[in-house]
């Protein structure tokens, strides 16, 4: 996805929104939400925006300093309290004061979840695999070895 954004000067808060024109659908409860972003190096505020299975709206921040160019996977981690399924709707970037008017944009890829593993408190036994070539060592041969 691309989005191009430019701002005003100005010291108020402002940002530039990606509505998804189907949001994600996150079934599993999710700890963290993952991106590829190629950053501009504008210093702006990547977010997101979830709303869980209550429809309460769920903020999540992927980085509050978009200080590099080029790719890079970012990171944002999902309250515990925030109820799944939850959909992600919306990803944005912030300024909290701009004076660079100048078109910028970012491109955003390879969105995934990290859900973690169900095993209900259980610990898998460890697989075994027979060796079809073990041997004995207790027998010696004739020159003593």
Avoid: C, H
Avoid at 34 to 56: H, P, T, Y
Avoid at 96 to 125: C, F, H, Q
Wanted: hydrophobic share 35%; net charge negative.
């Amino acid at each position: 996805m691309e989005l191009k954004y430019n701002f005003k000067e100005s010291k108020s808060t402002q940002a530039a929104y990606l509505n998804l024109s189907e949001p994600v659908v996150i079934n599993d409860p999710a700890t963290e939400i993952k991106l590829s972003i190629f950053g501009n190096k504008s210093g702006d505020w990547v977010r997101g925006k979830l709303i869980d299975a209550e429809g309460k709206s769920v903020v999540i921040d992927f980085t509050k300093d978009m200080n590099w160019e080029g790719w890079k996977d970012i990171t944002a981690y999902v309250p515990a309290d925030t109820k799944f399924p939850a959909k992600l709707e919306t990803i944005y970037v912030a300024s909290l004061s701009n004076t660079d008017t100048a078109e910028r944009k970012i491109y955003i890829d390879y969105l995934r979840a990290v859900v973690p593993m169900k095993n209900n408190g259980e610990i898998p036994a460890d697989t075994k695999i027979p060796d079809v070539y073990r041997g004995s060592i207790t027998e010696k041969t004739s020159d003593g070895y």
